[in-house]
């Protein structure tokens, strides 16, 4: 099982063309009980390599990543190629 303590953060991807591709990360915005739920809900879903395309080296070669399944809401005030800015976790749909 995912350790609770790992998920600090999420990695973030959007859907596009037909393809998932690296949106930054979000790190605010979680409790205690969302990082419980989440690490349960990713637990199984790990994947050795980056499964989005346009990860940045520094990300790719440091974190855990998991096969996209889950659909997360965010609230973020901009949007930059690569990056939502100021990204808040608000839950999973």
């Excluded at 591709?21 to 637990?43: H, I, M, Q």
């Amino acid at each position: 099982m995912v350790d609770s303590t790992i998920v600090g953060a999420l990695l973030l991807a959007l859907y596009e063309r037909g393809r998932f591709v690296f949106a930054g990360r979000v790190g605010t915005g979680f409790s205690g009980r969302d990082r419980t739920e989440l690490a349960r809900a990713l637990d199984g879903d790990r994947s050795k390599t980056p499964t989005v395309e346009g990860v940045p080296r520094q990300v790719a070669t440091k974190d855990i990543w998991v096969t996209p399944r889950l659909v997360a809401e965010m609230a973020y005030l901009n949007r930059s190629p690569g990056e939502l800015g100021h990204a808040l976790y608000k839950g999973i749909r």
